[in-house]
């Protein structure tokens, strides 16, 4: 599986972006999917995942109410919409996927998932 993140750019403090992640597979439903940041000089940290089969969908704290994970299935693409950005929201956002439904915190981890995008960049910055 392949995927491909977009949507990154420069946006102003207070403003929005909307990230996409597309997938090669035709079967991305069926796929847990994840978002991950990381900032300079820092490790690759959590920001948002939803589990595939029952939908729930988990938030690290900083984001929580400003970032929606969403998904159009027949598009096979998951969205991350972000509203309300901080300068500390600046980073490379990357998506990932497993074919598997893990509890709330093993979402967390990097390591448990087999795919990931390359990454867009995202700035905060008057």
């Known amino acids: 599986v392949q995927l491909q993140a977009s949507g990154g750019g420069l946006v102003q403090p207070g403003g929005s972006l909307r990230l996409s992640c597309a997938a090669s597979t035709r079967t991305f439903n069926t796929y847990s999917v994840g978002w991950f940041r990381q900032a300079p000089g820092k490790e690759r940290s959590f920001v948002a995942a939803?589990?595939?089969?029952?939908?729930?969908?988990f938030y690290a704290t900083s984001v929580k109410g400003r970032f929606s994970l969403s998904r159009d299935n027949a598009a096979n693409t998951v969205f991350l919409q972000m509203n309300s950005l901080k300068p500390e929201d600046t980073a490379v956002y990357y998506c990932?996927?497993?074919?598997?439904?893990?509890?709330?915190?093993?979402?967390?981890?990097?390591?448990?998932?087999?795919?990931w995008g390359q990454g867009t960049l995202v700035t905060v910055s008057s």
């Open positions: 939803q589990r595939w089969n029952d939908r729930n969908t």
């Open positions: 990932a996927a497993v074919r598997k439904a893990y509890n709330a915190g093993s979402y967390y981890t990097p390591d448990n998932y087999d795919y």
